[in-house]
T-cell receptor, first 112, second 111 residues
Protein backbone atom coordinates (compact mmCIF):
# COMPACT_ATOMS: atom_id res chain seq x y z
CA UNK A 1 0.00 0.00 0.00
CA UNK A 2 1.60 3.25 -1.20
CA UNK A 3 -0.49 5.52 1.02
CA UNK A 4 -2.05 7.25 -1.99
CA UNK A 5 -5.81 6.77 -2.22
CA UNK A 6 -8.03 7.15 -5.25
CA UNK A 7 -11.80 7.06 -5.63
CA UNK A 8 -13.79 5.66 -7.21
CA UNK A 9 -12.11 2.38 -8.12
CA UNK A 10 -14.33 1.85 -11.15
CA UNK A 11 -16.45 4.26 -13.15
CA UNK A 12 -18.73 3.45 -16.06
CA UNK A 13 -20.32 6.30 -17.93
CA UNK A 14 -21.64 7.26 -21.33
CA UNK A 15 -20.11 9.33 -24.09
CA UNK A 16 -20.59 13.06 -23.63
CA UNK A 17 -20.75 12.84 -19.86
CA UNK A 18 -18.49 14.43 -17.26
CA UNK A 19 -16.76 12.65 -14.36
CA UNK A 20 -14.53 13.60 -11.45
CA UNK A 21 -11.73 11.41 -10.15
CA UNK A 22 -10.37 12.04 -6.69
CA UNK A 23 -6.92 11.52 -5.22
CA UNK A 24 -5.51 11.92 -1.73
CA UNK A 25 -1.70 12.01 -1.60
CA UNK A 26 0.48 10.38 1.05
CA UNK A 27 0.62 12.27 4.29
CA UNK A 28 3.09 15.13 3.94
CA UNK A 29 3.48 14.93 0.18
CA UNK A 30 2.91 18.24 -1.57
CA UNK A 31 3.10 17.14 -5.20
CA UNK A 32 0.36 15.29 -7.04
CA UNK A 33 0.71 13.87 -10.54
CA UNK A 34 -1.97 12.43 -12.81
CA UNK A 35 -1.23 9.74 -15.39
CA UNK A 36 -3.36 7.93 -17.94
CA UNK A 37 -2.66 4.30 -18.77
CA UNK A 38 -4.15 2.82 -21.89
CA UNK A 39 -3.23 -0.27 -23.89
CA UNK A 40 -2.08 1.67 -26.95
CA UNK A 41 -0.46 4.69 -25.26
CA UNK A 42 1.08 3.16 -22.16
CA UNK A 43 1.56 5.39 -19.10
CA UNK A 44 1.24 9.04 -20.09
CA UNK A 45 1.79 12.03 -17.82
CA UNK A 46 -1.15 14.40 -17.74
CA UNK A 47 -0.50 17.13 -15.17
CA UNK A 48 1.31 17.95 -11.91
CA UNK A 49 0.32 20.15 -9.00
CA UNK A 50 2.57 21.31 -6.19
CA UNK A 51 1.01 22.73 -3.06
CA UNK A 52 -2.07 23.89 -4.92
CA UNK A 53 -0.37 25.30 -8.00
CA UNK A 54 -0.05 23.77 -11.44
CA UNK A 55 3.60 22.89 -11.97
CA UNK A 56 3.83 20.92 -15.22
CA UNK A 57 1.54 19.87 -18.01
CA UNK A 58 1.80 16.89 -20.30
CA UNK A 59 -0.48 15.33 -22.86
CA UNK A 60 -3.67 16.53 -21.23
CA UNK A 61 -6.65 17.20 -23.46
CA UNK A 62 -8.48 20.51 -23.22
CA UNK A 63 -11.58 18.54 -22.13
CA UNK A 64 -9.65 17.49 -19.03
CA UNK A 65 -8.82 19.71 -16.09
CA UNK A 66 -7.46 19.24 -12.61
CA UNK A 67 -6.97 21.10 -9.38
CA UNK A 68 -5.36 20.62 -6.00
CA UNK A 69 -7.19 21.83 -2.95
CA UNK A 70 -5.82 23.42 0.28
CA UNK A 71 -5.95 20.04 2.04
CA UNK A 72 -3.74 18.77 -0.85
CA UNK A 73 -6.21 16.32 -2.30
CA UNK A 74 -6.61 16.59 -6.06
CA UNK A 75 -9.40 16.08 -8.53
CA UNK A 76 -9.21 15.29 -12.22
CA UNK A 77 -12.24 16.37 -14.21
CA UNK A 78 -12.95 14.72 -17.53
CA UNK A 79 -15.72 16.18 -19.69
CA UNK A 80 -17.38 15.48 -23.04
CA UNK A 81 -16.16 11.93 -22.66
CA UNK A 82 -15.32 9.86 -25.70
CA UNK A 83 -14.86 6.12 -26.10
CA UNK A 84 -11.11 6.69 -26.41
CA UNK A 85 -10.98 8.15 -22.90
CA UNK A 86 -11.54 4.68 -21.46
CA UNK A 87 -8.37 3.95 -19.51
CA UNK A 88 -6.83 3.59 -16.08
CA UNK A 89 -6.16 6.92 -14.41
CA UNK A 90 -3.45 6.99 -11.78
CA UNK A 91 -2.56 9.60 -9.27
CA UNK A 92 0.91 9.71 -7.76
CA UNK A 93 2.43 11.85 -5.04
CA UNK A 94 5.98 12.74 -4.14
CA UNK A 95 7.66 14.17 -1.07
CA UNK A 96 8.82 17.76 -0.75
CA UNK A 97 12.40 16.72 -1.46
CA UNK A 98 13.11 13.90 -3.83
CA UNK A 99 12.02 12.54 -7.16
CA UNK A 100 10.29 9.33 -6.17
CA UNK A 101 6.62 9.12 -7.00
CA UNK A 102 4.20 6.81 -5.24
CA UNK A 103 1.22 5.66 -7.22
CA UNK A 104 -2.32 5.07 -6.07
CA UNK A 105 -4.40 2.03 -7.04
CA UNK A 106 -6.00 3.86 -9.96
CA UNK A 107 -9.50 4.52 -11.26
CA UNK A 108 -10.68 2.41 -14.16
CA UNK A 109 -12.86 4.54 -16.42
CA UNK A 110 -15.06 2.87 -18.99
CA UNK A 111 -16.91 5.08 -21.46
CA UNK A 112 -19.74 3.32 -23.31
CA UNK B 1 14.00 13.20 -27.57
CA UNK B 2 11.57 12.69 -24.74
CA UNK B 3 11.15 8.99 -25.43
CA UNK B 4 12.37 6.12 -23.30
CA UNK B 5 12.74 2.92 -25.30
CA UNK B 6 12.26 -0.32 -23.37
CA UNK B 7 12.98 -3.88 -24.41
CA UNK B 8 12.04 -6.65 -24.56
CA UNK B 9 8.27 -6.34 -24.74
CA UNK B 10 7.90 -9.68 -23.01
CA UNK B 11 10.24 -12.06 -21.24
CA UNK B 12 9.97 -15.63 -20.00
CA UNK B 13 12.50 -16.81 -17.44
CA UNK B 14 12.90 -20.02 -15.47
CA UNK B 15 12.66 -19.88 -11.70
CA UNK B 16 16.06 -19.03 -10.27
CA UNK B 17 17.22 -17.39 -13.47
CA UNK B 18 18.22 -13.79 -14.14
CA UNK B 19 15.71 -11.43 -15.75
CA UNK B 20 17.20 -8.49 -17.66
CA UNK B 21 15.20 -5.54 -18.99
CA UNK B 22 16.81 -2.71 -20.90
CA UNK B 23 15.97 0.94 -21.44
CA UNK B 24 17.53 3.68 -23.54
CA UNK B 25 16.99 7.43 -23.57
CA UNK B 26 18.07 10.45 -25.58
CA UNK B 27 17.54 13.43 -23.32
CA UNK B 28 20.79 14.03 -21.42
CA UNK B 29 18.93 16.33 -19.02
CA UNK B 30 17.21 13.34 -17.42
CA UNK B 31 18.58 12.97 -13.90
CA UNK B 32 16.47 10.31 -12.24
CA UNK B 33 15.72 6.80 -13.47
CA UNK B 34 13.21 4.67 -11.53
CA UNK B 35 11.86 1.20 -12.18
CA UNK B 36 8.29 0.27 -11.37
CA UNK B 37 6.56 -3.08 -10.95
CA UNK B 38 2.89 -3.39 -11.79
CA UNK B 39 0.60 -6.33 -11.10
CA UNK B 40 -2.72 -6.64 -12.96
CA UNK B 41 -5.33 -4.31 -11.53
CA UNK B 42 -2.82 -2.50 -9.31
CA UNK B 43 -0.91 0.75 -9.49
CA UNK B 44 2.78 0.82 -10.37
CA UNK B 45 4.99 0.28 -7.32
CA UNK B 46 8.43 1.84 -7.06
CA UNK B 47 11.11 -0.88 -7.06
CA UNK B 48 14.44 0.87 -7.28
CA UNK B 49 15.84 4.07 -8.75
CA UNK B 50 19.21 5.50 -9.75
CA UNK B 51 20.82 8.84 -10.55
CA UNK B 52 23.38 9.32 -13.34
CA UNK B 53 26.30 9.82 -10.95
CA UNK B 54 26.16 6.15 -9.97
CA UNK B 55 26.83 3.20 -12.30
CA UNK B 56 25.07 0.54 -10.27
CA UNK B 57 22.59 0.25 -7.44
CA UNK B 58 21.48 -2.92 -5.74
CA UNK B 59 18.51 -3.55 -3.47
CA UNK B 60 17.98 -7.16 -2.56
CA UNK B 61 17.55 -9.19 -5.74
CA UNK B 62 17.07 -6.07 -7.88
CA UNK B 63 19.99 -4.24 -9.49
CA UNK B 64 20.06 -1.24 -11.78
CA UNK B 65 23.04 -0.88 -14.09
CA UNK B 66 23.52 2.58 -15.59
CA UNK B 67 25.69 3.52 -18.56
CA UNK B 68 25.72 7.30 -18.89
CA UNK B 69 27.83 7.44 -22.06
CA UNK B 70 25.55 4.97 -23.86
CA UNK B 71 22.42 6.54 -22.36
CA UNK B 72 21.18 3.15 -21.30
CA UNK B 73 20.09 1.56 -18.07
CA UNK B 74 18.88 -1.88 -17.19
CA UNK B 75 17.12 -3.81 -14.46
CA UNK B 76 18.47 -7.17 -13.37
CA UNK B 77 16.32 -9.46 -11.25
CA UNK B 78 18.47 -12.16 -9.71
CA UNK B 79 17.06 -15.53 -8.63
CA UNK B 80 13.77 -14.71 -10.36
CA UNK B 81 10.67 -16.12 -8.65
CA UNK B 82 7.13 -16.80 -9.91
CA UNK B 83 5.98 -13.97 -7.64
CA UNK B 84 8.08 -11.59 -9.75
CA UNK B 85 5.76 -12.19 -12.71
CA UNK B 86 4.45 -8.72 -13.48
CA UNK B 87 4.89 -5.84 -15.88
CA UNK B 88 7.98 -3.72 -15.35
CA UNK B 89 8.31 -0.12 -16.45
CA UNK B 90 11.41 2.00 -16.63
CA UNK B 91 11.06 5.76 -16.48
CA UNK B 92 13.13 8.91 -16.63
CA UNK B 93 12.58 12.38 -15.31
CA UNK B 94 14.19 15.80 -15.30
CA UNK B 95 14.02 17.67 -12.04
CA UNK B 96 11.02 16.78 -9.92
CA UNK B 97 8.57 16.78 -12.73
CA UNK B 98 6.85 14.29 -14.96
CA UNK B 99 8.07 10.79 -15.59
CA UNK B 100 8.53 9.58 -19.14
CA UNK B 101 7.75 5.90 -19.05
CA UNK B 102 8.98 3.08 -21.21
CA UNK B 103 6.41 0.86 -22.89
CA UNK B 104 6.69 -1.91 -20.31
CA UNK B 105 8.00 -5.47 -20.20
CA UNK B 106 5.73 -8.32 -19.29
CA UNK B 107 7.78 -10.80 -17.26
CA UNK B 108 6.69 -14.37 -16.66
CA UNK B 109 8.75 -16.56 -14.36
CA UNK B 110 8.09 -20.25 -14.79
CA UNK B 111 7.92 -22.41 -11.68
Amino acid sequence: DSGVTQTPKHLITATGQRVTLRCSPRSGDLSVYWYQQSLDQGLQFLIQYYNGEERAKGNILERFSAQQFPDLHSELNLSSLELGDSALYFCASSPRQGNEQYFGPGTRLTVT
Amino acid sequence: QQQVKQSPQSLIVQKGGISIINCAYENTAFDYFPWYQQFPGKGPALLIAIRPDVSEKKEGRFTISFNKSAKQFSLHIMDSQPGDSATYFCAASEGTYKYIFGTGTRLKVLA
